[in-house]
């Protein structure tokens, strides 16, 4: 069993990386950068080079399990949004199914659901990310996919909803949670085929996904 | 019989409206602006109202086939490239759908048939292209994709090529030969479930798309 980490060095990423390691599974960490990947290694991960807008191949040996947390980040254009969130997880979902992944974590995102009525100010990033959803689930892969609400840098809490909350403002999670929930999803069969929201809430992640 | 050109008010658009006025097939012209419908009055064509970015509902009233040769522009941002020439396209292409239109002809681009070896330049505007076409297929309606190569505003010809030229700067068509060839398309059921590349060349619409 083999995991790769797609945005390893993002804010979600680091994390899920140090849960897994943690959880002694250490992934393989695709990094762009020898700094990248040092700060992996540091960590406990095997760095693999890759690239969303390059080469994936490297990245993709003896993978098994996926998850993509790559985001190309609000201070890009929306040139980057298309190559990276959209184009470039359309070729990493081509890349799980060659090399014989049996199994796919998407991070998406809130308004993923419906961009139409979503907030229109990051109507063209739901778009995208929406397209890319559909992508994976159209794919034959197995898929988890989880769109979380705004994230923040709150401490873990263990604890979700997969309901929406009704005030706009309770429409957000730790990011640590979505890292805890995306290794929960990692080593959960009965998370496959789902695509959940997930905001703060009281649920244990287990209650709310399994 | 009504059909429906979207981004009548374009380059490529106008010419297709005068053409299909000519033929004495006066199109329903989608305007968003009562300027926009003047012109189209004054041309022969029956405005319609609609937005790509808003209620699409009033314009696909009682119409049969679509051109959709609408695109956001150089001078906006990937943003738009986004919301107009991908989702755009998609709820438009949704729309035909419920209004049980027959035939749908998109005005696609060269490098569409592969954002990863087109031109590295406006690869975010090919990926774009590229999944507006992809959904068309899927989506069951009767569909005629042209592809053309850079758009030149030289007269009509009345001859295209559907290969490629060898030379890049030979990868070129006049917009006046586009819509020349998309009126074609709408008479011609032949041309059904076919994607065309379309550059200038020696032979006659006919003989090159029938």
């Given amino acids: 069993m083999s995991i ?3 945005g390893a060095n993002g804010q979600i990423g680091r994390q899920l990386v140090e849960q897994l390691v943690r959880d002694g599974d250490p992934p393989r960490a695709m990094v762009r ?3 990248q990947a040092e700060t992996m290694r540091r960590m406990g991960a095997l760095p693999v080079h890759g690239d969303l ?3 994936l191949a490297e ?3 003896e993978v098994t399990q996926v998850v993509f947390t790559a985001g190309s980040g609000p201070k890009t254009g929306a040139d980057k949004t298309i190559l990276v969130d959209l184009w470039g997880a359309m070729r990493a979902i081509d890349h799980a199914l060659h090399a014989d992944c049996h199994h796919f974590v998407m991070i998406s995102s809130r308004g993923a659901e419906n961009p139409e009525t979503g907030p229109a100010a990051i109507k063209h990033y739901t778009v995208c990310k929406r397209l890319a ?3 994976l689930i159209r794919s034959g892969l ?3 996919i989880l769109r979380p609400g705004r994230l923040t840098n709150d401490p873990a809490t263990g604890h979700v909803r997969t309901d929406w909350p009704d005030a706009e403002e309770e429409q957000w999670i730790p990011r640590a949670d ?3 929930a995306a290794a929960l999803c990692l080593k959960t069969p009965g998370t ?3 695509v959940y929201p997930l905001f703060h809430g009281d649920q244990t992640l287990q209650e709310a996904l399994v």
């Fill in 33 to 35: 950068t020898e700094e």
């Fill in 59 to 61: 990245a993709f040996k």
């Fill in 133 to 135: 959803d559909d992508y």
């Fill in 192 to 194: 496959y085929g789902k």
């Fill in 178 to 180: 979505v890292a805890h």
């Fill in 53 to 55: 807008e390059g080469d």
């Fill in 142 to 144: 197995d898929y988890t």
């Fill in 4 to 6: 790769l980490i797609i």
